[in-house]
T-cell receptor, first 114, second 113 residues
Framework: DQQVKQNSPSLSVQEGRISILNCDYT??????FLWYKKYPAEGPTFLIS?????DKNEDGRFTVFLNKSAKHLSLHIVPSQPGDSAVYFC?????????????FGTGTLLAVQP | DTAVSQTPKYLVTQMGNDKSIKCEQN?????MYWYKQDSKKFLKIMFS???????INETVPNRFSPKSPDKAHLNLHINSLELGDSAVYFC????????????FGPGTRLTVL
């Protein structure tokens, strides 16, 4: 039962354009969402997060949008750079179990073409 | 000046052996985690320790035993290794507050032959 889904296994974008990575979740108890970036042979690196009390959070070129009614979040990268090429994981956690357990999606491989 | 470090980075061993993976964090965090990423790239939590106390155990087989000698270390010991244990194991740490942002180590690729 995959509670966090990233339906696009890969995405290719031209340098300078916008990259949009999508994530859907099923558990309405989730109230904190994160995006991680992962290069090959390295651990996931925290990128940006959003609490369910917000619908947008911006950090430089990265913006995360949350649509609670649709149980959907997206990560926008503008402008995309070749160094952004990596696997991006969406993750969620909730207060239901009073733990900090992160539930991860399966990742989207972003390739930014020069 | 690595924040979360794991050793070894690669581990190749035979079925039936016992092995350990070590994890250390220098971030001053109270909570540490072990995650497993399998061949299908699913990244799933296995254990969580807060100040040396087990707080999450995700129905992992008893052959897996985490040990936290202090809050900066969380080691993972695996007995009687099986082929299905082959995966990348990631350690992570966080403040242990709700909600929490977790910081990951570089991973240990375990291959069981």
């Amino acid at each position: 039962d995959q509670q966090v889904k990233q339906n696009s296994p890969s995405l290719s974008v031209q340098e300078g354009r916008i990259s949009i990575l999508n994530c859907d979740y099923t558990n309405s108890m989730f109230d904190y969402f994160l995006w991680y970036k992962k290069y090959p042979a390295e651990g996931p690196t925290f990128l940006i997060s959003i609490s369910s009390i917000k619908d947008k959070n911006e950090d430089g070129r990265f913006t995360v949008f949350l649509n609670k009614s649709a149980k959907h979040l997206s990560l926008h990268i503008v402008p995309s750079q070749p160094g952004d090429s990596a696997v991006y994981f969406c993750a969620a956690s909730g207060r239901g179990g009073a733990t900090n357990k992160l539930i991860f999606g399966t990742g989207t491989l972003l390739a930014v073409q020069p | 000046d690595t924040a979360v470090s794991q050793t070894p980075k690669y581990l190749v061993t035979q079925m039936g052996n016992d092995k350990s993976i070590k994890c250390e964090q220098n971030l001053g965090h109270d909570t540490m985690y072990w995650y497993k990423q399998d061949s299908k790239k699913f990244l799933k939590i296995m254990f969580s320790y807060n100040n040396k106390e087990l707080i999450i155990n995700e129905t992992v087989p008893n052959r897996f035993s985490p040990k936290s000698p202090d809050k900066a270390h969380l080691n993972l010991h695996i007995n009687s290794l099986e082929l299905g244990d082959s995966a990348v194991y990631f350690c992570a740490s966080g403040l242990g507050l709700l909600p929490d942002t977790q910081y990951f180590g570089p991973g240990t690729r375990l291959t069981v032959l």
